[in-house]
């Protein structure tokens, strides 16, 4: 799928002719994601009874969660889950039964999912056991207009950035985009991080606000949402427009590579920590990630998540949607940030992706916004697992 209406209109006459290239795997590899191709998700039939403190917790606000993911999944295209075909067909009659509950009752919600789904836990090779970390809606100050205090870019979505849905010429590839940029009658991969630094963007894209600090920047990219408050106060949301098509490299992974963090320490708390004491190496540090986010104004609830839905704090999982089609309620079982003995366990909705959640047992959980919400997704690398609730009409498997 071609990125904007105006690129279309632009570039759809030079492009006609090299669309092959989403055929054509092999010659844009590092463009593509690193996800195994072999990786499968394995689905084992359980009880709620089998699901650890399912009782204790407050179904009523995965219920509101959820209800909020109903108004795509009952016009969503079809998916499959281990093994297992989805489709709107499913989910109206679930939709209609959670819009009728009555709101705030606990016993309803936890009888309603018990009522309309089955769980399954979820297992890759043989192993139920995964990674699961932690995201945050960031937070900065910013402007309108550019100044000596306000002077780092947020940039919308570049007008000569097209990005290739692979799966509509091979089912094989489906998830997959190609993500490039139009160059006369060639379609070339898009800047990166550190040619865009440079200026590499010139015109093409437009500065939605100028925020004043470009770690809290390069945070927001990595988080893909977050809140910039104004100079008068005002609160403006940012959230996920597209990328440039490059993979995602954890500055942090880089620091312990070169010796700098020990592992184990180089969350955000030490990484800023860390640039304070070598302002000189901030940026080469930062382009280090090739990968460049580009933002939209969000009016309303949010943040946005990819299913188009605002996210709920502590309630909204991004998965890999090439295993998990988002919308799906999530049994979470696995540990507080830092506290291998505290249980975290909840009931979830899958209503995010994000560039480092690949695999099939893989989550990020979305705290919210502010200091505690970063304090606690700054440290959460958490093993865990999870059960996946399946509508009781689509449990059984198909070939």
Not at 28 to 33: E, G, H, N, T, V
Not at 45 to 68: E, K, N, Q, S
Not at 70 to 82: A, E, K, T
Not at 275 to 302: C, M, T, V
Request: hydrophobic content about 45%.
């Amino acid at each position: 799928m071609i990125g904007t209406a105006k690129t279309v209109s632009t570039h759809i006459g030079r492009i006609a002719g090299v669309l092959t290239l989403a055929l054509l795997v092999a010659c844009a590899p590092k463009y593509l994601s690193k996800e195994s191709d072999t990786a499968q998700l394995n689905l084992a039939p359980a009880a709620f009874a089998d699901l650890p403190f399912w009782t204790r917790d407050r179904h009523v606000d995965a219920l509101g969660a959820f209800i909020r993911s109903c108004s795509n999944l009952s016009v969503g295209v079809d998916s499959r889950v281990g093994g297992r075909q989805l489709n709107k067909g499913h989910w109206a009659p679930i939709c209609r039964a959670a819009n009728q509950l009555p709101s705030g009752d606990g016993s309803s919600a936890r009888k309603f999912f018990e009522t309309w789904f089955v769980p399954y836990l979820a297992s890759a090779a043989g192993d139920s056991l995964g990674l699961f970390t932690g995201y945050f809606e960031a937070e900065l100050r910013g402007s309108k207009t550019r100044s000596a205090d306000f002077n780092v870019p947020l940039y919308a979505l570049p007008t000569d950035l097209v990005s290739i849905d692979l799966g509509k010429f091979n089912a094989d590839l489906r998830g997959r985009n190609l993500v490039g940029r139009v160059a006369g009658e060639r379609i070339l991969p898009y800047h990166r991080r550190a040619d865009i630094h440079k200026g590499a963007l010139r015109d093409a894209a437009r500065v939605l606000v100028w925020v004043d600090d470009v770690v809290d920047a390069f945070l927001l990219h990595v988080q893909g949402s977050g809140r910039v408050v104004l100079e008068d106060g005002a609160v403006m949301r940012v959230g996920y427009a597209g990328n440039n098509g490059h993979g995602y490299v954890s500055i942090g992974r880089v620091l312990i590579e070169q010796g700098e963090l020990p592992p184990g320490r180089a969350g955000w708390v030490q990484i800023r920590d860390w640039i304070a004491r070598h302002p000189a190496k901030a940026e080469a540090l930062l382009a280090q990630n090739p990968r460049f986010i580009f933002f939209r104004e969000i009016s309303g609830d949010g943040p946005i998540g990819a299913q188009g839905v605002a996210l709920t704090p502590r309630r909204s999982l991004a998965v890999d949607r090439k295993f998990i089609p988002l919308g799906l309620p999530i049994w979470l079982d696995t540990v507080w940030p830092g506290e291998d003995q505290r249980p975290l366990r909840r009931l979830m909705i899958a209503q995010d992706t994000g560039s480092a959640i690949k695999g099939p047992i893989r989550g990020d959980f979305f705290w919210g916004y502010g200091k505690d919400a970063l304090a606690e997704a700054g440290r959460m690398k958490s093993p865990g697992r999870y059960y996946i609730l399946l509508p009781k009409s689509a449990a059984a498997p198909v070939s």
